[in-house]
């Protein structure tokens, strides 16, 4: 059966390892555009590191923040539905630096992006990322939290996600990854599924007729949700246990062998 709504998430999944998609993995993109199937991306990038990929690929919707928004690329603006109020996000990020004293910080919000000197460090040090924009400020990230925050992510440079998330277990928030060493956290609501529904809802697609590809722990929730949920070769045991099949690796363009597959 052919979905009518396919959430694709970017790191890990749709893009290879270069941060690129590849030509068959959109044109096979294109060519379910043209028999009129919804394509979103799915994924935990802000909107300023997903926007090009939703225009190269013409896309009109993409869930970013892990669902917390929903970028619009005709209006190319983003709808934000859940963040962590200031006194929680400055509780969050008091309570990391007190139990794991070594972790880098970083904040993004609705009014810019924030990072601490370690992980403005590793930022630099990065391949890819030393390219993009630098963030809006740097420094102790207490001192931007000025109103609401979308997101806290933390770095340690000997504790993993999982562990780091330990110094958070009085709270209720949304903790998730990416990969194993970047923690991130955001509103207890927040997640890429119920995002994911609440497109599907306003685009009239039963559950059904969703399908979702992904790779990470952020990604499980909607793997498991979707009529159809395929994790990658190279996904971890979140996404591999919530899916409903596995596909190649990324870097052997897994998307577009599924994809295909519905054409």
């Known amino acids: 059966m052919q979905p009518e709504l396919i959430a694709l998430d970017l790191d890990g999944t749709l893009l290879h390892s270069n941060a690129q998609v590849s030509p068959?993995?959109?044109?096979?993109?294109?060519?379910?555009?043209?028999?009129?199937?919804?394509?979103?991306?799915?994924?935990?990038?802000?909107?300023?590191?997903t926007r090009d990929y939703v225009h190269q690929l013409g896309l009109e919707h993409a869930l970013v923040y892990n669902g917390a928004s929903r970028y619009r690329a005709s209006r190319d603006e983003s709808e934000h539905h859940h963040e962590l109020d200031r006194g929680t996000a400055l509780a969050v990020i008091?309570?990391?630096?007190?139990?794991l004293p070594d972790i880098g910080i970083g904040m993004e919000t609705?009014?810019?992006?924030?990072?601490?000197a370690p992980m403005e460090a590793r930022r630099r040090e990065h391949p890819?990322?030393?390219?993009?924009?630098?963030?809006?400020?740097t420094g102790p990230v207490e001192e931007f939290v000025r109103d609401a925050v979308i997101k806290?992510?933390?770095?340690?440079?000997?504790q993993d996600a999982r562990?780091?998330?330990?110094?958070?277990?009085?709270?209720d928030l949304y903790l998730t990854w990416t990969d194993a060493h970047m923690l991130e956290v955001m509103h207890p609501e927040v997640n890429k599924r119920d995002?994911?529904?609440?497109?599907?809802?306003?685009?009239?697609v039963a559950r059904d007729a969703v399908a979702a590809l992904g790779d990470e722990h952020n990604d499980a929730q909607m793997l498991a949700w979707a009529g159809i949920g395929v994790a990658m070769g190279n996904a971890g045991p979140e996404a591999r246990e919530a899916a409903d099949e596995v596909t190649a690796s990324n870097d052997e363009d897994g998307v577009a062998l599924?994809?295909?597959?519905w054409l």
Do not use: C
């Open 24 to 49: 068959r993995g959109a044109a096979a993109i294109a060519a379910l555009r043209d028999r009129h199937v919804h394509v979103v991306l799915a994924t935990g990038r802000p909107a300023r590191m």
């Open 128 to 137: 890819i990322r030393s390219k993009a924009a630098p963030p809006d400020g």
């Open 258 to 261: 599924v994809l295909e597959r």
């Open 110 to 116: 609705s009014h810019g992006w924030y990072l601490d």
């Open 94 to 99: 008091r309570n990391l630096r007190e139990r």
């Open 163 to 171: 562990a780091m998330g330990a110094a958070l277990s009085e709270q």
């Open 152 to 158: 806290v992510f933390a770095r340690h440079p000997t």
């Open 195 to 204: 995002a994911l529904a609440r497109l599907a809802a306003d685009l009239g």
